[in-house]
């Protein structure tokens, strides 16, 4: 089979240290007001984790709300996700986080004990403060870009995203592919774009249709125009109900289908179809489904050599059961460098907000 048939997912599971986050976006599906939700505890972390080794997971993502950063519980906070990502490499997984805007000097502590980390860069558009993220003050679009620059400059392969449908208009969506377009021919450090549907859950406020799935064949045409070709397109499938929308997105240029597991916590109103169930649907239309890590293999030297420890015996196990090598067209070019320019200083958006 061609290799531009296939199509790749990441066996994952999902660790939640916490729901509660001082952001507020009308839209959310998944937040707890702070001081309403319990934080994981690491024998309840190791607990979850211990039921799924041997089902074939290989990533597990560490998904946040977050705590304001001059919240006196911040730094107890960040310590249980860095906690989480030490114990999920200790049992054999391999840890990709996104816990929101983080320092520079946090977002180099979790480099040592993720593969990779991501943060939807959702839309630039201003307006939009106005409006969903009126109560959101991490939705800054300068401070969500400049974690897409710092993720560059520590070398964490990164993976970022839209969301479509909050408000935007079909050139705010062009300008922000644009933009992380910009960023990663500086760094080469972005694997994924998220073109991710909003899609009404029973939690949110805000009071709009689920986004078109049939748009998002044209914006993903838009999308591999602008994106360079190393930047694989994501799609989220428990999102796009249709079978055929789905398909005409992958005819489109979308690649992957993002991490597969019981529970999409963002949406949880939308389960995860049965792996044999979205297999099928795609081999009926000639694309061939396989699994992946969460660090693709262009960006293995770029992880500490613990990590490389991890990914090596992880793929010595398993590569000619499960994965095969095929991610070799996301590669990039021989020997090429991205050089860190230095210590940035702690995010200057989050400097100015109130304490919670």
Not at 261 to 270: L, S
């Amino acid at each position: 089979m061609p290799l531009s048939r296939i199509v790749t997912y990441s066996p994952a599971y999902t660790l939640v240290p916490t729901y509660e986050c001082f952001n507020n976006c009308s839209y959310c599906n998944f937040r707890t007001a702070p001081g309403q939700s319990p934080w994981l505890g690491l024998a309840e972390a190791r607990q979850q984790l211990k039921t799924i080794q041997g089902q074939g997971v290989c990533e597990i993502l560490i998904l946040s709300g977050e705590v304001h950063p001059r919240s006196s519980r911040r730094e107890a906070w960040f310590e249980k996700i860095y906690e989480i990502c030490q114990l999920a490499l200790s049992l054999g997984f391999l840890p990709h986080t996104n816990a929101g805007p983080l320092s520079f000097q946090e977002m180099q502590q979790l480099k040592k004990v993720n593969v990779s980390m991501g943060l939807m860069l959702e839309q630039l558009t201003p307006k939009l403060l106005e409006t969903v993220h009126r109560h959101a003050p991490s939705k800054v679009p300068e401070l969500r870009l400049q974690q897409l620059e710092w993720a560059g400059e520590l070398k964490i392969p990164f993976t970022t995203g839209l969301l479509l449908g909050i408000g935007e208009t079909p050139s705010d969506r062009i300008e922000t592919l644009e933009a992380i377009a910009q960023i990663h021919h500086r760094w080469g450090h972005i694997q994924e774009v998220i073109l991710q549907p909003h899609s009404r859950g029973q939690q949110q406020s805000f009071d709009a249709p689920a986004f078109d799935a049939y748009q998002l064949r044209d914006l993903i045409v838009k999308a591999r125009e602008i994106l360079p070709d190393a930047i694989a397109i994501q799609i989220p499938p428990n999102l796009i109900p249709d079978p055929n929308a789905l398909l005409d997105c992958l005819a489109a240029g979308a690649t992957d289908v993002g991490g597969i597991g019981p529970k999409d916590e963002v949406n949880p109103d939308y389960p995860h179809l049965k792996l044999q169930k979205l297999r099928e649907i795609l081999e009926a239309a000639g694309w061939e489904l396989k699994p992946r890590l969460p660090v693709y293999p262009q960006y293995y030297e770029w992880l500490t050599s613990q990590l490389q420890q991890y990914v090596k015996k992880y793929l010595n196990r398993d590569r000619e059961r499960v994965f095969g090598g095929h991610l070799a067209i996301h590669t990039l070019a021989p020997g090429r460098e991205f050089p860190i320019k230095g210590q940035g200083e702690l995010l200057q958006p989050l400097k100015l907000l109130a304490s919670d």
